[in-house]
């Protein structure tokens, strides 16, 4: 599907259906009197009768068939001082599916109702029309891969912002492309999670980074078991130890011009492309969607995507780094046993009491390397870390850790205004190094039950170092959905957090 403008005001549209917003109680003449105006047959439609713009909601409204627009989808977004960004795109994802449902070709968003919608919603209009253009794509987004019997309705070919003034203005322009660049790296990051274990291995996710790095001119590498022993990242290796899969670390690097020797902002992604706990072994019952333990890392390539899509238009001031510490936890004789003792990169020792806790031993010598290899302006990870990070805080939120208040206001800020919602833990060291005491090396690498996110996020604050702007998602729980814009299973959660934060670089505001 492409984006495409229509401009002067709906006596110049034309689509197969135009999309409007109604609020619940409202009218034709309120909702959308300037559509009605120039499609003349919308104000006496019979439909109206039986259409209260609930939540949920959508009624098709025909009109005579010789029209520019014939069809008009009026999108329920419910009482108006309860509506809120999730339901309008959510309204979005429900209405692209039906017009895909009735197999129209193009779809057009009435921007007269949007405009009506931001008002309300109290966000610009520029920013709706970025959060409509990545509905869309995300409700349309399907993993049909495996199906032998697909869908047999297409996409639309064009999704049309149906403007009312004469020209597109350049901030609504730039909003739309920005929506379908992080699109697109929240489909690739979709794509990864939903492939099975069997498929995405590290060394097929690497081969998938290779392409994208690839595709964009950016620079890529990989570092297998003899890279990483040569590294000295023995908490890493200790976790690949069990699986017939090579663990693969992959590094992407992104520089725009003008950024060269600038300190970069590096993000690293938890890369387990299974994860059954190893001879801690998970239980049965659900652990097929550790198939999607890698998720972390797949919202990084997603980055790295989105990035690529939008290069170079609106570069980052500095180069951008990827890595993503994928592996595969598995038990067999060679595995890891609980007990066993290993010096990760940074020289501490760690007695591996819990095989299951192996996110962290990957991110520990991958935070590790990073800031050695990179000296990084900014250092974020990201990782389906803990069960217990979705005890404290549900299905759709992830935690949030940081060194510095700054990032974690702006990682908050802005997970709560692109959908990916986030919430602050604290970094309590004393406590977690508490929880984490080992009567013979170091620390453990798994504590006690209680305050699980916070003592493993405490376990990754010992690889980094004193003074780096470091922060922390956890988004084990979030990496999962079933809605109008998630089609059940990943949801490519934080592509659009982590993408922001390249861009908030010395009083810069965040995009
Ligand atoms: N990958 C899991 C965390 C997870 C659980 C993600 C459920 C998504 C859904 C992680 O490696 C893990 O097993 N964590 C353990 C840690 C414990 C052993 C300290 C957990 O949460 O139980
Ligand atoms: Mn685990
Ligand atoms: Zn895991």
Known sequence: MDIRFQVGGPSHWKADAVMTFVFEGEGVEQA??????????????????DFRGRKGESVMFYGPQAMEISRVLGVGLGKAEKANMTVFRHAVGTAVRRCREYDLETVGIDGASLARVARTLGVSFDALVREAVIAAFLGLYRYDRWKSEKSDHEDPRSLFLMLEGEFVEDAVRAQARMAEAEARGVMLARDAANDPANVMTPSAFAEKARSVASKYGMTWR????SELKAEGMNAYLAVARGSAEEPRMVVVEYTPRGAEGRNP????????????????????????????????????????EALGQLAPS?????????????????????ATRPG?????????????????????LVLADALAWAQEAYDPF????????????????????????????????ALHEAGTRLGERNWRLPLWTDAGLAALKSS?????????????????????QQFVREGVAWAHIDMAAADNAD????????????????????WDDEGEMLQ
């Open 314 to 334: 609106v570069a980052p001031k500095r180069p951008v780094v990827g890595v993503m510490a994928c592996a595969e936890n598995m038990p067999d004789g060679h």
């Open 483 to 502: 809605n109008p814009i998630n089609a059940k299973g990943a949801t490519g959660f934080g592509v659009r957090t982590l993408l922001s934060a390249v």
């Open 378 to 409: 900014r250092l974020v990870d990201i990782a389906t870390l803990t069960g217990a990070c979705a005890v404290a805080l549900g299905l759709d939120a992830a935690g949030l850790f940081a060194s510095d208040d700054a990032l974690a206001a």
């Open 440 to 460: 013979c090396a170091d620390m453990v690498n798994s504590g006690i039950r209680e305050g699980g996110a916070i003592n493993a996020a405490v376990f990754l």
């Open 32 to 49: 959308c009197s300037a559509l009605a105006q120039n499609a003349l047959w919308l104000g006496i439609a019979p439909a109206w009768r």
């Open 340 to 360: 066993d003792i290993v010096i990760a990169k940074n020289g501490k020792s760690v007695e591996i009491v819990n095989t299951d806790a192996e996110g962290r």
């Open 265 to 304: 902002v590096v993000l690293v992604g938890k890369g387990l492309c299974f994860d059954s706990g190893g001879i801690s072994l998970k239980p049965a019952k659900g652990m097929e969607e550790m198939k999607g333990d890698m998720s972390g890392a797949a919202a990084v390539l997603g980055v790295m």
């Open 222 to 225: 990989a570092l297998g078991p």
